[in-house]
């Protein structure tokens, strides 16, 4: 039987419902919106795009959106003096830096220098940390957005085995930490890992954060599985292909027919991240303003 395709879009909406929902309640008590400021060094076209969405559905979710869009040249001290300043406004409930910084600009002294209660994309060491022992921080987007999915489906991850290829701080390492934490028995994988085919085929739960297009083959999961695709790649267009065709880190046709479930890439995870940044915006100011 082919696998159930996980929405992401359905998901996010639903997700969004909740948001909204949650900030009409934070207005209605506080006299403001949840406000989330942007910060966009340079004119990286991707950032823009991202940055551009974010504002978009903050301001679908009644949640207050600025962006404040810096020159390329901005030198360390004004970017550090404008966070210090977000840090300090109480109407900033969630800051986010769009990452890549141009690369003058040293990302961990800036992501060091956000506020933590502030800090939407959950990347600053004291919510990494919080995430290593256990303790409720600000969870980074893209690995909470995983496993919405598997909260979603009431999957029950205990005792399961999960195989989370890709071990960066944006993706792979918080979502180790939250499949454990859900009591699975977790291996990362990486580009130094020997015989990938071997780890996924033992793998009841699949979570792919690499890159790189198609990488996992549908052959090699074992029947039933659960795959999670972050993966967003660009493919160069083949012949009679429409240009810049998406797709994920697993070959999705194959994997289709033997999973149990599946993300689509795209419409899976990419939809979620917002989604739950969106979240955090409100979560962060419920905390702040309790
Ligand atoms: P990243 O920082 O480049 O990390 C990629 C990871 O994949 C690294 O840990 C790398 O291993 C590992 N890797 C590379 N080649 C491998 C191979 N052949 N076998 C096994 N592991 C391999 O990327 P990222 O930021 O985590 O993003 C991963 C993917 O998710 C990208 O396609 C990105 O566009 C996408 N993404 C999507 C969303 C979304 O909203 N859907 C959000 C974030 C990212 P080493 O550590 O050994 O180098």
Sequence with gaps: MPAEILDGRALARRTRKDVRVRAKRFKRKHGRAPGLDVVLVGDDPASQVYVGAKERMAGKCHIEGRVHRLPVETPMDALLALIATLNADENVDGILVQLPLPSH?????VVDAIDPRKDVDGLHPVNAGALVVGRSGLT???PTGCMRFLEDIEYDLSGKRALVVGRS????KPVALMLLAKNATVSIAHSRTKDLESRVRESDV???AVGRPELIQGAWLKE???VIDVGINRLEPKEGEAPGTLVGDVDFAEAQERAGYIT???GGVGPMTIAILLENTVLAAERRNP
Excluded: Q, S
């Design 105 to 109: 600009l040293d990302e961990g002294v």
């Design 140 to 142: 980074p987007c893209t």
């Design 224 to 226: 039933g599985a659960v």
């Design 169 to 172: 701080i944006l993706v792979g």
């Design 264 to 266: 689509p890439v795209p």
């Design 206 to 208: 699949i979570v792919a």
